[in-house]
């Protein structure tokens, strides 16, 4: 079982930065994929990054590719998602995801089903 929190969310003015930590429990954290998805009020959540165990580029939302950046640090358990130039559209709630099967396919992270996730961090951009 991993349990995952995020913290870091906020109120930020448009133009500004924002990171998002996501902490996750359990030793075998870096056998993980992990995720970053968004709800706005009124709206399904959307996929916004995901980072495959091993680190490297992400993979990112058309949204937000160029200003938002996912990482991760295994020896801390912890990804991150570091936010530029936000827009008032970025605003919603944050949910971290993780899974230890995600597919070959960054282009299927998006709707595929990911095992566990955290509570979420509310963040609001204002105009």
């Known amino acids: 079982q991993v349990q995952l929190v995020e913290s870091g969310g906020g109120l930020v003015q448009a133009g500004g930065s924002l990171r998002l930590s996501c902490a996750a429990s359990g030793r075998t954290f870096s056998r993980f994929g992990m995720g970053w998805f968004r709800q706005a009020p009124g709206k399904e959540r959307e996929f916004v990054a995901a980072?495959?165990?091993?680190?490297?580029?992400?993979y990112y939302a058309d949204s937000v590719k160029g200003r938002f950046t996912i990482s991760r640090d295994n020896a801390k358990n912890t990804v991150y998602l570091q936010m530029d130039n936000v827009k008032p559209e970025d605003t919603a709630v944050y949910y971290c995801a993780a899974d230890s099967s995600l597919p070959n396919q960054p282009s299927r992270y998006a709707t595929y089903g990911w095992t566990h996730w955290g509570q979420g961090t509310q963040v609001t951009v204002s105009s």
């Open positions: 980072i495959n165990w091993s680190g490297g580029s992400g």
